[in-house]
C-alpha cells in the first residue's frame, strides 16, 4: 500500500502548491514511484493548473484523467456519493505508486465553513495524514497561531489527523517566531516558509488574456516573463524614465508614440532596467510610420495592444494574481529552493512515516547528486553564456543553491537575454574572455606551460581569450574549481585545453570517459565509451582504475567487469588477450580492487550466468563498473541500453584529469547541463579532499 499524504488548507491563497511541489520532489528522491491526486477538481471547463503542474515532475507518470476524483457540481449534489468516487479513484491510482501527494480544495467556487471538513473526511477515508498550509500573508504570530488551532480542531472532529503544519508567505523577519510559536501550541512539527513576491506575480501572457489583448510586436516566447512591477505611463517619457524597474510592465494609451519609443529605446539600452512588456490600451495602434520603426528597432520586448481604458487595464492587471505553474522554471525553481532552505525533508518524511527503499532509481541519483553538490558549493565555469540552455540550467543551479558559478561572454548581453527569458542568474559572476586583465596573465601562464611547443606569448594572447581555453586557464589558476562546456562546441574543442594545460592526475596515464547510467532500480558505470578509441592492455588498466574511483565518488561500490567475447579462459585471441592482461594490470597495480575479466556481458549482470559460467567470481552476476574493450563496442552498448531499456545515460564524465573538467552533448538539455555540474562539483570536492589529505 502506498504512503499518502493529504496537502489541506483552511482557506484559499495559502500557495499550498509550493509545499505540494516541495512534496513531490521530496518524495521523488525516496521512493520508485510517486503519485498525485486531486480529491475534487478547481474546474470542469479548464484543466485544473495545480495538477499539470505536479504531473510535470520527472517523478510522477500518471495521466491527468486518472488523477481526478470528482468535481465541486458533484460535491454540493450529493457529497456522499462524491466521497465514494474519490474513494474508488483513489485507490486506482494507490496501487500504482509507492507514496502519493493528495491535493485538497482551493476554495475557488462558494467557500463555506465545511469545505475544510469535507477535506477532512476525505482524508480520513483515504488513510492519509494532513500536511496542513495556513496563510501567513499579513498577519501577526499570534493570528497565524489561532488559525492552525482552529483548523486542526475542525480537523480532529472529522476524524483527519494532522501530521504537520506549514505556515506559508509569512513575513521574512517572522520565520522562526511564528515556527517556534506554532509548534509549542499545538505539539506537531512545524516549518515556515517565507513571502516570495514571484510566485503570485503573473506573466505577460496571463496580463494579455486578462485585458483581453492582443501581441502586435515582439515575441510570443518571451510572454512567459513574470511582472514584477506595473507602471502607468502616462507623464512625460524624462519623468517616466526615471520610474522603471526590472520586470516592470507599462501601460499607457496607444496613441502615445514618444512613450512607446522611449520605453523601447530605454529596454535595449545599457544602464536601464529590462521590461517585461508593454499594454497600449484605449483602443488605439500605432501609426503605419512609427509600426515600421518599432520593427525596424528589432526589439522582442511584448507590445500588447487592448481596447479597455487606462483605468479598467490598470484595475485588472493590479488584480490579475499569478500562479505556480509548469510553464515558469523560474518559479518552479525559486518553490522547491524555499521548500528545501526551510523544510527539513528528513524530519517531515519521519513524520509521515515514509520509509527509503533499497533501490536507487534514475531520478533518486539524480536528487543525490544534487544533495551533495549543494553540501559543499564549488565554483563552476561555464564558457557558452551566449546559449539559452546555459542560462536556464545557471538560473535552475543558483536557484537550487548547487554551485557558485562564473559564465562566460559579454556581461551586458547575458543579463539582457537571462532577463529576456525570465531568468535569474543573481550570484553569478560574468567574465568577458577578452577583459585584458585575465588575458595578459592567462598568455604568461600558457606560454609558459607549452614553451617546449614553442609558445610565444603573442601567440597565447590570440589562444586564450577562446572560451575553452579561458575557462580551462581559470579551473587550472585556482579561479574556478571545475569547468563544463560542449553545449556548442565539440567534444575536441572543449577537452582538447584540459589535455595541454591541466593534464593527467598522479598515477593515471590516461584520460577516459564514464557514463553513469541510470536503471529502473540501480546506477550502472560503463566507460570509456567517448575518448580512447582502440586502448591498449594498459589503457584498459587505467580505464578500470579510474572508473573504480569514479564510482566510489558517486556512492557505487566498484566491483568491475572487464568485458570481452569470451568468459574466463574459455577463449583465446589478441582482443581475448588484451583484456586478459589488462584485468592482470588491474589487480597488480590496485590488490584492493574487485576485478573479473575476461568476461562476457550476460556473466557480469545476470546471476544465473555467472552461476554457470563463473561460480567462484565475487564480480560475475553483480558488477557495477564495466570496462569495454574498446570504443565501438562501449559507444554503442550504451546507447542501446539507453534506448531500449530506458536508462537514463549521464556523462560522459572525463576521469582522470587533475582538475574536473567535462564535456555536454551538443543536444544537451537542460536537465543533462543542471546534472554534469553537479557532477563536476562533486569531482572537485573529492579533489579538495585529496589535496587536504595530502596536506
Known sequence: MARSIYVASPEGDTGKSTVALGLVDLLA?????????????????????????????????????????????????NPEEALSQIVARFHAVERRCDAVVIVGTDYTDVASPTELAFNARIAANLGAPVVLVVNGNKRRPDEIEQVVEVAINELAVNHAHVAAVVPNRCAQPALDVVRRLVQNAIGRPTWTLPESP?????????????????????????????????????????????????????????????????????????????????????????????????EGLGSRLPIIATDFGTFRTASTVASTRGRLSA?????????????????????????????????????????????RARADRRRIVLPEGNDDRILRAASTLLQRSVADLTILGDESAIRARAAELGLTLDGADVIDPHDPQYVDRFAAEYAKIRAHKGMTIE????????????????????????????????????????????????????????????????????????????????????????????AVQFGIEPRIAMLSYSTGASGTGADVDKVRAATALVRERRPDLSVEGPIQYDAAVDASVAQTKLPDSTVAGRATVFVFPDLNTGNNTYKAVQRSAGAVAIGPVLQGLRKPVNDLSRGALVQDIVNTVAITAIQAQAERAGEEEQA
Open 459 to 550: 601567440r597565447a594572447r590570440e589562444i586564450v581569450p577562446s572560451v575553452s581555453y579561458f575557462g580551462t586557464m581559470m579551473v587550472h589558476l585556482g579561479l574556478a574549481d571545475g569547468m563544463v562546456s560542449g553545449a556548442v562546441h565539440t567534444t575536441a574543442h572543449t577537452i582538447k585545453p584540459s589535455f595541454e594545460i591541466i593534464k593527467t592526475a598522479p598515477g593515471v596515464s590516461n584520460v577516459s570517459s564514464a557514463f553513469l547510467m541510470c536503471l529502473e532500480d540501480r546506477v550502472l558505470v560503463y566507460a570509456d565509451c567517448a575518448v580512447i578509441p582502440d586502448p591498449t592492455a594498459e589503457q584498459l588498466a587505467d580505464i578500470a582504475i579510474s572508473s573504480a574511483e569514479t
Open 327 to 371: 510553464d515558469s522554471q523560474r518559479k518552479v525553481d525559486t518553490a522547491l529552493s524555499l521548500f528545501e532552505r526551510h523544510v527539513d525533508g528528513p524530519a517531515l518524511l519521519a513524520a509521515l512515516d515514509v520509509a527509503k527503499p533499497d533501490v536507487v532509481t534514475p531520478l533518486m541519483f539524480e536528487y543525490t547528486l544534487l544533495d
Open 198 to 294: 514571484l510566485l503570485s506575480a503573473p506573466t505577460m501572457r496571463q496580463l494579455m488574456e486578462s485585458v483581453e489583448g492582443t501581441l502586435i510586436s515582439g515575441d510570443d516566447a518571451l510572454l512567459g516573463r513574470e511582472v514584477l512591477d506595473m507602471l502607468v505611463g502616462a507623464m512625460e517619457i524624462e519623468h517616466l524614465l526615471g520610474r522603471l524597474s526590472d520586470g516592470a510592465v507599462i501601460m499607457t494609451p496607444g496613441d502615445r508614440s514618444d512613450i512607446l519609443l522611449g520605453l523601447l529605446l530605454a529596454h535595449q539600452a545599457d544602464g536601464f532596467p529590462t521590461l517585461a512588456g508593454i499594454i497600449l490600451n484605449g483602443g488605439f495602434r500605432p501609426s503605419k510610420t512609427i509600426s515600421r520603426l518599432v
Open 29 to 77: 528522491r525516496t521512493v520508485q514511484r510517486v503519485g498525485v491526486f486531486r480529491p475534487v477538481a478547481r474546474s470542469t471547463q479548464a484543466r485544473d493548473y495545480v495538477l499539470e503542474l505536479l504531473l510535470e515532475h520527472d517523478g510522477v507518470g500518471l495521466s491527468y484523467d486518472e488523477c481526478i476524483g470528482t468535481t465541486y457540481e458533484k460535491v454540493h449534489d
